[in-house]
């Protein structure tokens, strides 16, 4: 396979808060048919995007879309993470790998994602208010 | 009224970052009846959650419901943010106000959130493998 995904998340340094993307990400896999799909951290977690692309140009990956599991593009997507990205370019292709990396917009930003916020968040504030 | 909500954001002193926040609140709050609903941060941007809370109360509501818009729970809603509601609860009891103030898990953990990524993340990794 010359193309891959990776789903890019904050990271943390503790483990609860790493477990729900664990298991979104297994979730998304058993739906998929065989396509290349990791989940990478930006900092304080492994495997972090670093990881996860200098492994996946080693497998003859060629071409890869990072789709951020962020709400929004604040410093962290607009800056870090270009930078990230273009290190590993040109690092890889120092080695020898040529690959194409896009970063794509988070998914806090899809309408299915605020939708899903507002009905929640609509229900909540419903239940909360009726509530003696 | 005796009763609000406050949408808890994690903050960024990037304006980009809080723009979809801003918006999906007021999205939420034209959906409303009139129901008390504000959006706070927890860091790095005005109004932080101290300031919602310490309004909210002179006000005279008596009941709050947080409701975190983070992915997971880690240490800032297990420990950083418990800890300033324990604090902003003493200091306004000592201001002769008795708040409740509820931390309600955080909404990336709701199975709609979880599903509408799923969804958005299938969608993009199939459209990326099909493309040359």
Known sequence: MTKATILLAHGSSDANWLA????????IQAGLN???LMLGYMELAE????????????????D????PLFFAAGRHLRKDVPQM???LIQELS???HTINIRLSAPVGLEPE???AIAS????????????Q
């Open 64 to 67: 890869i879309d990072v789709l």
């Open 34 to 36: 065989g396509e290349n």
């Open 47 to 62: 495997p972090t995007l670093e990881t996860c692309v200098r492994r996946l140009a080693t497998e003859g990956v060629k």
């Open 85 to 87: 990205i273009d290190e």
């Open 20 to 27: 729900p993307f664990e298991t979104l990400t297994a979730q």
């Open 94 to 96: 120092t080695n020898g």
């Open 120 to 131: 929640i968040v609509t229900r909540k504030v419903k239940h909360h208010d009726s509530q």
């Open 113 to 115: 994602v605020a939708n």
